[in-house]
């Protein structure tokens, strides 16, 4: 995928942009946001009660089977309703979304996303905490609760410094790590470029363990490309300036790359109403929104 050479800079009071996201936050949630957000993310409870016998009806899933097993009928996991919910936002911090041919990178967009994310949390009462993911490594914030506490670690993670255009490795997600850091089946949200890949080791764990869901960001080029004839761009994947011609064969090629991340995409997130993609036009509250809207209870 080409990209431009600019590498984008967040502005620098991290706080500042925080307090006019979060009146914007304020503001859906009080509207039409609250009641989606929490169906998204709460759901049925999540804390195990005890064990009842299963009657018909019950939904399958919360059988024990070792406790059936051993008593000769079906006997089932009972819960209760949590009074919070724990979202654990997982930055992939890549070259590629350094990506942006118009005024914002892609990056700066899923930052935002971000943002107003645990800025939700933070108005629902919930606990919240982030992984940064780089190529050279990943930092921890724990989840927290509170407005304070919530906004502090948001602001760590609009400041954290974005990697190299140069280094080309995959960022390194702790997914094994990820059980230390938040409670089984609390909300895990991954936040990337989702660049073509082999399901990471350690996916099929989280998936089982937590609820998971996916955040991406487009660009505009990255759907279509530019009909602009010849030009060049700077690859910051590849490290390196390219030329495009506007050939039928990169068009082919742009078509195939697209397909392909889609196939990574979906297999990473089976399900239409776990996943949102972002164009970098459009409005990230505005997306949330629909995300939320669509989500099933």
Same mark, same amino acid.
């Given at each position: 995928?080409?990209?431009?050479?600019?590498?984008?800079?967040?502005?620098?009071?991290?706080?500042?942009?925080?307090?006019?996201?979060?009146?914007?936050?304020?503001?859906?949630?009080?509207?039409?946001?609250? =009641?989606?957000?929490?169906?998204?993310?709460?759901?049925?409870?999540?804390?195990?009660?005890?064990?009842?016998?299963?009657?018909?009806?019950?939904?399958?899933?919360?059988?024990?089977?070792?406790?059936?097993?051993?008593?000769?009928?079906?006997?089932?996991?009972?819960?209760?309703?949590?009074?919070?919910?724990?979202?654990?936002?997982?930055?992939?911090?890549?070259?590629?979304? %350094?990506?942006?041919?118009?005024?914002?990178?892609?990056? &700066?967009?899923?930052?935002?996303?971000?943002?107003?994310?645990?800025?939700?949390?933070?108005?629902?009462?919930?606990?919240?905490?982030?992984?940064?993911?780089?190529?050279?490594?990943?930092?921890?914030?724990?989840?927290?609760?509170?407005?304070?506490?919530?906004?502090?670690?948001?602001?760590?993670?609009?400041?954290?410094?974005?990697?190299?255009?140069?280094?080309?490795?995959?960022? &390194?997600?702790?997914?094994?790590?990820?059980?230390?850091?938040?409670?089984?089946?609390?909300?895990?949200?991954?936040? =990337?470029?989702?660049?073509?890949?082999?399901?990471?080791?350690?996916?099929?764990?989280? %998936?089982?363990?937590?609820?998971?869901?996916?955040?991406?960001?487009?660009?505009?080029?990255?759907?279509?490309?530019?009909?602009?004839?010849?030009?060049?761009?700077?690859?910051?994947?590849?490290?390196?300036?390219?030329?495009?011609?506007?050939?039928?064969?990169?068009?082919?090629?742009?078509?195939?790359?697209?397909?392909?991340?889609?196939?990574?995409?979906?297999?990473?997130?089976?399900?239409?109403?776990?996943?949102?993609?972002?164009?970098?036009?459009?409005?990230?509250?505005?997306?949330?929104?629909?995300?939320?809207?669509?989500?099933?209870?």
């Amino acid at each position: 995928m080409a990209a431009m050479g600019t590498t984008p800079v967040l502005p620098t009071a991290p706080l500042a942009l925080l307090r006019r996201l979060e009146w914007r936050v304020r503001g859906a949630v009080e509207s039409v946001l609250g =009641g989606e957000y929490r169906s998204a993310f709460r759901g049925r409870g999540m804390e195990f009660d005890q064990v009842v016998k299963y009657e018909f009806g019950d939904d399958v899933r919360d059988i024990d089977w070792n406790v059936t097993a051993r008593l000769g009928e079906p006997y089932r996991k009972k819960f209760v309703e949590e009074r919070e919910v724990t979202v654990l936002v997982v930055f992939e911090d890549t070259p590629s979304l %350094q990506f942006g041919s118009g005024a914002q990178s892609k990056r &700066e967009a899923l930052l935002e996303l971000a943002g107003l994310l645990m800025l939700l949390g933070a108005v629902n009462r919930d606990r919240v905490g982030f992984v940064h993911a780089t190529p050279q490594g990943y930092s921890v914030c724990p989840p927290v609760r509170g407005r304070g506490a919530i906004h502090h670690a948001a602001a760590q993670l609009f400041g954290a410094i974005p990697p190299p255009l140069t280094d080309v490795v995959r960022a &390194e997600i702790p997914w094994k790590q990820l059980r230390r850091i938040a409670p089984r089946h609390g909300i895990v949200v991954w936040l =990337g470029d989702f660049a073509p890949q082999p399901v990471p080791e350690g996916w099929l764990v989280t %998936q089982r363990r937590f609820q998971t869901r996916g955040f991406r960001v487009d660009d505009p080029w990255e759907r279509e490309l530019p009909d602009a004839g010849k030009f060049a761009a700077y690859d910051p994947v590849s490290g390196r300036l390219v030329t495009l011609e506007n050939s039928s064969a990169e068009r082919e090629a742009h078509a195939a790359w697209r397909r392909e991340r889609e196939n990574t995409w979906k297999a990473l997130f089976p399900s239409s109403t776990s996943r949102l993609v972002v164009d970098t036009r459009e409005s990230r509250l505005d997306a949330l929104m629909r995300f939320f809207r669509a989500t099933p209870v």
